[in-house]
């Protein structure tokens, strides 16, 4: 596997249903991003993770959770959703955190969520 | 506050060239990025301006002018393949990090 990989590609859960998200990077980046991608909607920033710490949480509900137990992975755990939640879900990965240089995010296919 | 605009959509023909305007208004800003996503998948990094002027990368170009808050992106050579998003998307490190701040995108459709 090369780059950043989600799974899964798709999801329709229920309100009540309890679903996690997985992100891998293969780049040997040291940050972490969950981005949710509406339609005809800018990409928002859920979460930021640099070596493992959460450094943003962009007013994110707590039904979303997010969990990054090394550098390389990044879940987001799901539960009591709402219809509104029904996104595209992405992931990216970046060298690090610096402003410095391009430092870009690599992206992940995302995770297409629907919410019944 | 912060704000980025780009055309919704638009069209060109194969072979043509064309131009994605991007405007914001943003606070600490520190690069403009712009991404293609083709429909369902990954968006993908193009070019990075930070300073005043043209980067020219093959076909694509991307020019910054940071004192009217502009960019555009420059296709040429169009390809039916150039069907896509492009994203712009800006940097701001208010925040002392690596924090992107998208447009919604403008669609293109290349025709033959």
């Known amino acids: 596997e090369t780059g950043v990989t989600q799974t899964p590609r798709h999801l329709v859960m229920g309100m009540t249903n309890k679903k996690s998200l997985k992100c891998e990077q293969h780049?040997?980046?040291?940050?972490m991003y969950w981005y949710k991608q509406s339609a005809k909607k800018p990409l928002e920033l859920m979460f930021v993770?640099?070596?493992?710490?959460?450094?943003e949480n962009n007013s994110v509900p707590s039904r979303f959770s997010p969990e990054c137990p090394n550098s390389s992975h990044l879940f987001l755990h799901l539960h009591t959703l709402q219809p509104e939640d029904s996104a595209l879900y992405l992931c990216?990965?970046?060298?690090?955190?610096?402003?410095?240089?391009?430092?870009?995010?690599?992206f992940g296919p995302g995770t297409r969520l629907t919410v019944l | 506050g912060q704000n980025i605009d780009q055309p919704t959509e638009m069209t060109a023909t194969e072979g043509a060239i064309v131009q994605i305007n991007c405007t914001y208004q943003?606070?600490?800003?520190?690069?403009l990025f712009w991404y293609q996503q083709h429909a369902g998948e990954a968006p993908t990094f193009l070019s990075y301006?930070?300073?005043?002027g043209l980067e020219e990368k093959g076909r694509f170009s991307s020019f910054l002018s940071r004192s009217k808050g502009y960019s555009y992106l420059l296709l040429k050579e169009l390809q039916m393949k150039d069907s896509a998003s492009y994203l712009c998307?800006?940097?701001?490190?208010?925040?002392?990090?690596?924090?992107?701040?998208f447009g919604a995108g403008t669609r293109l459709a290349v025709h033959p």
């Open positions: 990216a990965s970046s060298q690090d955190l610096s402003s410095g240089g391009a430092n870009e995010q690599f």
């Open positions: 993770y640099s070596l493992e710490e959460r450094v």
């Open positions: 780049l040997g980046h040291n940050a």
């Open positions: 943003t606070s600490g800003f520190n690069g």
């Open positions: 998307a800006v940097r701001d490190n208010r925040r002392g990090y690596n924090k992107l701040i």
């Open positions: 301006n930070v300073l005043d």
